[in-house]
């Protein structure tokens, strides 16, 4: 188990000062031993010089020696007294009486000191009387003077040093310990609280309540890195801000943009890029790094690989189904790189469309109405049998039909024009919609022999105004009835979606159109050839309703030839 920062400096500082108090103790215990020993033999030395000065005194010699007994019954009872001579014979001995038996001494401990050090002290057994002593001799030119305590347990505990000092030292042992705990409590809250905040700073989480530092070194540090901290969290916020503000500009744009880093890995890419990428390239591709691989890119990807340092900013045309797009390549510092798809050819679209709207509304209410003037005309002006008669108000009234639809195709598109404001948005279920177009168009599916496949969940849904979303999928499924041929098939599938967008491919396998017209289906009122409208008794404005009807929906459409044949609409819807 891993110790805290407290634990570790209190278990560093305990093992420090434990050894010291060890080492403290045991030296005054040796020392106040030594003292105490030192003490005893003054004490045993004291006797030996009263000894010495008797025997000098009374001039005894070692046949007169046992006089010595006078003097020695004045000494404590327990205290025994040897005198030995130069040759190591004992001469006197208090507590041997038979001086024979005793063997020679100047091999004894005690003694040998003595002759080089004038004193000499020693604890052991006694040979004689079999008991242990704590022996000090003195030598005196001619003899020693030998001292002997009993060295009994009174004898010991006089030698022992006092534990009063190993109280004190373990009672401030204790204090420092406690005020180390102390300290090392707070150091190691400081610690602790660094760490933690450390860890936020680390793992880049937000300093949700503020840290209680204590008042010291390190919980200055602690502060001025919280403030250092906040300042961070500010920043960033401020560049998340900046952030957002940019990705939303990009994601509104009418542009479509896409970031790389250095390696060819998307960074960002809004909604525009990924519709004009695949709008562009003969089959679809969600992930980006794709275009490295696509020949139509070339341009940008060799100016990306092959340019000098000094060139940063690269742009070309491009045409594709029936659009004109340029794609603008920008170099930054670090290597990475942005691509830029902008649509040049809806200013265009928006000048022809007002310039031929006025004589395409015109030229289209021209055939309705002569022909139903003819038809009046003729009824007025002659006799008609009454089935001639009736054949006429029918066609009159076939004709006052075209005119009607052509008048609300009119109108629906000049409301969509007018804004969001004229419709009602509600929640609406794009699988059961699409189901109730297929049961609308039943009749012109089975007649022509038209496969329908929808690949879209049952239960998605749009925010969206259900007459306007039914338009789309009705007028793009009239088209292909009309238009496309038979024994074909019709496929409606919702490839992606985003947070924000539902991403829609429409496409069928009929014949198409030529590439020229791709650009201008959706204007209203054109025609891929003069009649097609007429002969199958449209208004012209189907395909321009779906465009604006996509648009209200802050949607966006592109159409396409499919290598395979057909055509195949690419659509989003806002959520």
Excluded at 238 to 264: A, T
């Amino acid at each position: 188990m891993k110790l805290t920062y407290k634990q570790r400096i209190f278990a560093y500082f305990f093992i420090i000062f434990a050894l010291f108090t060890f080492c403290i103790i045991v030296f005054e215990q040796k020392e106040e031993k030594i003292q105490r020993t030192k003490n005893l033999e003054d004490r045993l030395d004291n006797y030996a010089e009263m000894i010495h000065l008797y025997i000098e005194s009374n001039h005894l010699s070692d046949t007169s020696i046992s006089e010595l007994q006078k003097i020695v019954t004045v000494l404590p009872l327990d205290i025994r007294v040897s005198i030995i001579n130069q040759d190591g014979k004992v001469t006197f001995d208090k507590d041997v009486q038979n001086l024979n038996s005793l063997e020679n001494h100047l091999d004894r401990p005690e003694i040998r000191n003595a002759l080089y050090q004038n004193i000499g002290s020693n604890v052991r057994m006694s040979a004689s009387t079999q008991h242990e002593y704590l022996y000090y001799a003195k030598y005196y030119q001619n003899y020693y003077v030998r001292v002997a305590l009993p060295y009994t347990i009174q004898t010991k505990s006089m030698l022992k040093a006092d534990n009063f000092f190993i109280y004190i030292v373990v009672g401030m042992f204790v204090i420092v310990l406690i005020l180390l705990l102390y300290v090392a409590g707070r150091f190691g809250k400081s610690i602790t609280q660094l760490k933690a905040l450390t860890t936020r700073v680390k793992n880049d989480k937000p300093l949700k309540e503020e840290i209680d530092f204590p008042d010291d070194e390190l919980g200055e540090i602690g502060k001025q890195l919280v403030d250092i901290f906040k300042q961070k969290e500010t920043s960033k916020y401020e560049i998340e801000i900046e952030r957002e503000k940019l990705i939303q500009h990009f994601q509104y744009s009418h542009e479509g943009i896409c970031i790389f880093d250095k390696d060819f890995k998307k960074i960002y890419a809004n909604t525009h890029f990924f519709q004009y990428f695949n709008f562009i390239v003969d089959q679809p591709a969600f992930n980006m790094e794709a275009i490295t691989k696509e020949e139509i890119f070339a341009p940008a990807i060799d100016f990306i690989r092959n340019r000098k340092p000094d060139e940063i900013y690269h742009t070309f045309i491009l045409k594709k189904n029936g659009k004109i797009f340029t794609i603008q390549t920008i170099v930054f510092e670090d290597g990475s790189f942005e691509i830029t798809i902008k649509d040049i050819t809806r200013i265009e679209k928006t000048r022809l469309l007002k310039q031929e709207m006025t004589n395409n509304i015109a030229h289209e209410l021209r055939t309705p109405v002569t022909s139903l003037r003819g038809y009046l005309e003729t009824i007025d002006s002659q006799k008609l049998d009454s089935e001639k008669q009736t054949q006429f108000i029918h066609r009159a009234y076939q004709q006052t039909i075209r005119l009607s639809n052509l008048i609300e195709d009119v109108s629906l598109i000049s409301k969509i024009e007018e804004g969001s404001s004229q419709f009602k948005f509600e929640k609406v279920n794009i699988s059961q919609l699409i189901d109730e177009v297929r049961i609308d168009l039943t009749e012109g599916l089975r007649t022509n022999d038209i496969k329908l496949n929808v690949a879209v969940d049952k239960d998605l849904t749009i925010n969206g105004n259900y007459t306007l979303l039914y338009s789309i999928f009705r007028n793009l499924m009239d088209n292909t009835i009309n238009y496309a041929g038979q024994h074909i098939a019709i496929n409606i599938t919702n490839y992606m979606e985003d947070k924000e967008y539902l991403y829609f491919s429409y496409c069928d396998t009929g014949i198409g159109i030529e590439e020229h017209h791709l650009s201008r289906i959706f204007e209203r009122f054109y025609r891929v050839n003069e009649g097609r409208t007429r002969d199958t008794g449209g208004s012209g404005l189907g395909l321009s309703i779906v465009k604006n009807a996509v648009l209200l929906h802050k949607g966006e459409i592109q159409v396409k030839n499919r290598a395979e044949g057909g055509l195949e609409f690419f659509f989003t819807l806002k959520k």
